[in-house]
């Protein structure tokens, strides 16, 4: 059986024909985006940065008086992004 379009037929999942002979497949996959987010771009580390940063905006106005509903609000929206950041 001929297939009617050129991608229809598939030798092994992702390659167009069969390897040659002395060829093997290593790997073949996709990565995993938990573990790409946390060693490449290091969100579990970003995550507590921004925390901390959400953290002290708030008690930094808080010391000089100045935190109103709407900044805590803020500062804890920050902190609450970037919780979940770092838990997924």
């Not at 297939?3 to 229809?8: D, G, L």
């Not at 930094?60 to 920050?78: M, V």
Request: glycine residues 6%; hydrophobic residues 40%; contains cysteine.
């Amino acid at each position: 059986m001929m297939p009617n379009h050129e991608h229809e037929f598939e030798a092994a999942p992702g390659l167009p024909e069969p390897l040659p002979a002395t060829e093997k497949i290593l790997w073949q996959g996709s990565p995993d985006w938990r573990l790409l987010g946390n060693e490449a771009f290091h969100l579990k580390t970003l995550s507590i940065y921004f925390a901390l940063m959400g953290c002290c905006t708030w008690f930094i106005k808080k010391s000089h008086g100045t935190l109103d509903q709407f900044t805590a609000c803020l500062c804890g929206a920050r902190f609450t992004r970037s919780h979940c950041l770092a838990v997924s």
